[in-house]
């Protein structure tokens, strides 16, 4: 089992998926109505469904799922996934969590009034990050720790990232309706890698 950095999963098949992050709760309910509720993840775990009807001549779509799930070997490898509504950080969003020895994880903030939820950034798309601070860091791509070297300690960071993935199945149960007409392949899952 491997994780493949490169390529990413087709960014054409992405636009359309459903889905985000899920949580494990576990509810308690007696026979007076009252409740009681108990959160089994710490952290959220993001599903996709990728599941889309290909036309055959819409630029071969089917043919390049194909090619990547045999690529990747069904559920075997994981790899980046950049989810179409959540994928980048604003100002503001992007904090640094000390990690020690210099070293600090990329993380997203997510705010709602009071509350507040921290989500580890780990497959930031290295390219588009920006590091605030004034000192000087490096990036590893490939876990999203930062790591400082001189100067001022960083501040915050904007930029974009991807979800590390894996398909839910071994199975290709694709179909086509006849030449150059429509291809299905239904309920292609996708389930966030945890580090």
């Not at 576990?26 to 996709?48: K, L």
Request: net charge negative; with cysteine.
């Amino acid at each position: 089992m491997a994780f493949l950095e490169s390529p990413r999963f087709p960014d054409s098949i992405s636009y359309g998926c459903q889905g985000g992050p899920t949580w494990q709760t576990a509810v308690i309910a007696v026979a007076s109505g009252h409740e009681a509720r108990n959160q089994v993840w710490e952290a959220a775990r993001h599903r996709y469904d990728v599941s889309h009807v290909y036309h055959q001549g819409d630029g071969g779509k089917l043919d390049l799922l194909r090619a990547f799930f045999l690529a990747v070997r069904g559920r075997l490898h994981g790899f980046r996934f950049q989810d179409p509504l959540d994928h980048d950080v604003a100002s503001g969003e992007g904090v640094l969590t000390s990690l020690g020895g210099g070293q600090y994880q990329l993380v997203k903030r997510y705010t709602a009034g009071a509350s507040l939820y921290d989500r580890n950034i780990t497959k930031p798309v290295a390219a588009s990050v920006a590091i605030s601070g004034g000192g000087t860091y490096n990036l590893d791509a490939t876990t999203g720790i930062v790591t400082h070297s001189a100067g001022a300690a960083p501040t915050g960071w904007t930029g974009e990232f991807d979800v590390p993935v894996r398909f839910e199945t071994d199975v290709m149960a694709a179909s086509v309706d006849g030449p150059h007409e429509y291809g299905h392949w239904q309920a292609i899952s996708l389930i966030e890698i945890r580090p």
